[in-house]
């Protein structure tokens, strides 16, 4: 699934859902910086809403993780 997402990123390099999808694919892998460095790319491009507090739920679980 990674090699996937970053080959529609070579060819679509703001995908932002593209972002936000490898950034959970690496938080599943266990890839924390780089989970944390695509969705916080991927919400700063997307407005403010309740629909990515899933996504701000995450990057809060990945700064507790990191900081351990």
């Given at each position: ?8 990123l ?8 593209e ?50």
């Amino acid at each position: 699934a990674l090699s996937m997402i970053d080959l529609m990123l070579t060819v679509q390099p703001h995908g932002k859902y593209e972002l936000r999808d490898r950034g959970v694919v690496h938080y599943r892998l266990g890839n924390y910086s780089e989970a944390l460095n695509d969705l916080r790319s991927f919400l700063a491009t997307v407005p403010s809403g309740s629909e990515n507090e899933s996504v701000h739920q995450l990057v809060g679980r990945l700064h507790r993780l990191l900081d351990d």
